[in-house]
C-alpha cells in the first residue's frame, strides 16, 4: 500500500467524521444491538485510528479491536490514541495486506470495517476480501470509499479537466495490483449484492473550506497526480490548483459511499 503520514490522517479526520452517512451508522447501531456477547473486529488498512477512534462510542458491548496495517509507526499512534471503554481489549498488526492471508485474518471476526481503503484496492484482491468475508459470515462497513466525484469553486472546465487526469491516476498500482478507483464503490456494491448480503449505503461527500489544515495537500496531490497523467499540462494544471488554493471561502466537494453489509438470513 501507498503510505500516507499521520499529520495528512489526522488532517481529514475533521472531513471524514461529518461526511460519514447517518443511513449507514444506525444500521449498524441496530445490527451492533442484536448481539449479546462481545464482538470481534478487524479494521483493514487501519492507519493512525481514526477509523476506530469514530466507531468506538457506537457500542455498548465490549469489543475486541484488531487494528491491521503495513505501518508500524501509524499503528504505535492509533495504539496510543484508541478510544476503549471498559472490556475492550486492542491488538494491532504490522503486514502487508497484498501478501496476507485474508482468510485467516478475518476468520472469527464479526464485523470488518475499513475507511478509505477499497479505492486502492485492485478487483482480484477484494474478490479474495469478500469471499473470505462471505465464508466467515461477517459484516462489512466500508467507509468513505471514493467514487469519482469532485467539485471545486473554480474555473468548472478545468476541475473536470483535472477529476478526469485525477480518476485516471487513481487506477494506477496503490500497491494491491491496479486500483478500482472511482469505480470501487459501484463494484463494492455490486460484490456485496451478489453474495446475498443485505446491502446500507448512504452518501459521505467531504465538504472542504479552503484554508483548512490539509486543504493546499489535498489540492497539491490532485495536482500532481493529474500532471503525471498528462505532462503536458502541467502548467495549466498547476494554474488551475493555484487559483483554487488562493480563493479563500471556496469550497471543495469530494464524493465517497459508505456500505454496511450484513448476510442475507434465508
Known amino acids: 500500500m501507498s503510505g500516507f503520514s499521520d499529520a495528512w490522517l489526522r488532517a481529514r479526520a475533521d472531513w471524514d467524521g461529518p461526511a460519514r452517512s447517518r443511513t449507514v451508522e444506525d444500521a449498524l447501531r441496530v445490527w451492533a444491538g442484536g448481539h449479546a456477547d462481545r464482538l470481534v473486529i478487524v479494521d483493514l488498512g487501519a492507519g493512525n485510528g481514526n477509523n476506530q477512534r469514530h466507531l468506538a462510542p457506537l457500542f455498548s458491548l465490549p469489543v475486541d479491536w484488531l487494528l491491521v496495517d503495513n505501518d508500524p509507526?501509524?499503528?504505535a499512534a492509533a495504539d496510543s490514541r484508541a478510544v476503549l471503554k471498559d472490556?475492550?481489549?486492542l491488538a494491532c498488526r504490522t503486514t502487508d495486506l497484498g501478501s496476507e492471508d485474508l482468510e485467516k485474518l478475518i476468520a472469527g471476526a464479526d464485523l470488518v470495517t475499513a475507511s478509505a481503503l477499497f479505492d486502492l484496492v485492485s478487483m482480484p484482491w477484494l474478490d479474495r476480501m469478500l469471499d473470505a468475508l462471505e465464508k466467515h459470515s461477517s459484516a462489512l462497513l466500508a467507509v468513505l470509499t471514493y467514487d469519482g466525484r469532485?467539485?471545486?469553486?473554480?474555473?468548472?472546465?478545468e476541475t473536470e479537466m483535472v477529476r478526469r487526469l485525477f480518476n485516471r491516476h487513481q487506477q494506477g498500482d496503490k500497491g494491491l495490483g491496479p486500483a478500482l478507483g472511482s469505480e470501487a464503490a459501484s463494484v463494492l456494491s455490486a460484490g456485496l449484492r451478489g453474495r446475498s448480503y443485505d446491502?446500507?449505503?448512504?452518501?459521505s461527500d467531504w465538504s472542504i473550506s479552503v484554508g483548512d489544515p490539509g486543504a493546499d495537500e489535498l489540492v497539491s496531490g490532485w495536482?500532481?497526480?493529474a500532471s503525471e497523467i498528462a505532462p503536458e499540462l502541467a502548467s495549466e494544471i498547476s494554474s488551475w490548483g493555484a487559483k483554487l488554493l488562493d480563493a479563500r471561502g471556496s469550497h471543495i466537494r469530494v464524493g465517497h459511499l459508505d456500505h454496511f453489509a450484513i448476510p442475507r438470513i434465508s
Open 150 to 157: 469532485m467539485e471545486a469553486d473554480v474555473n468548472g472546465g
Open 223 to 225: 495536482v500532481s497526480a
Open 73 to 75: 509507526a501509524l499503528l
Open 87 to 89: 472490556g475492550d481489549r
Open 199 to 203: 446491502l446500507f449505503e448512504g452518501d
